[in-house]
């Protein structure tokens, strides 16, 4: 299992940018689907976006669609999630997945069933 830990979480007024990192542990990164979800207070954890192993593909959640953007840099075992023009809704715990996909494929999951290693999360708070 990949060892998942993020950062770059905090409290940014609406319409604000964030950059949220996630720093992988061990040397097969370039095997794993990497994405982020998150988690309002008595809200289920949902998906917001996620990218395929080589970066071909991405996913959005239709709510964060043109304003974040998820990359990653296998050379640095790290995925970004740049959040731009934040809303307070955006407001929740981020988290970061990552799911191990060896056989070929740029496919991408949406479902955090699908992703078998997790990070403790970060809080990032949108204020009105």
């Known amino acids: 299992q990949v060892q998942l830990v993020e950062s770059g979480g905090g409290l940014v007024q609406a319409g604000g940018s964030l950059r949220l990192s996630c720093a992988a542990s061990g040397r097969t990164f370039g095997n794993y689907v990497m994405g982020w979800f998150r988690q309002a207070p008595g809200k289920e954890r949902e998906f917001v976006a996620g990218i395929s192993r080589l970066g071909v593909n991405t996913r959005y959640a239709d709510s964060v669609k043109g304003r974040f953007t998820i990359s990653r840099d296998n050379a640095k075992n790290t995925v970004y999630l740049q959040m731009n023009s934040l809303k307070p809704e955006d407001t929740a715990v981020y988290y970061c997945?990552?799911?191990?996909?060896?056989?070929?494929?740029?496919?991408?999951?949406?479902?955090?069933?699908?992703?078998?290693?997790w990070g403790q999360g970060t809080q990032v708070t949108v204020s009105s």
């Open positions: 997945a990552a799911a191990l996909r060896t056989t070929a494929g740029e496919v991408v999951g949406v479902s955090a069933d699908w992703y078998g290693s």
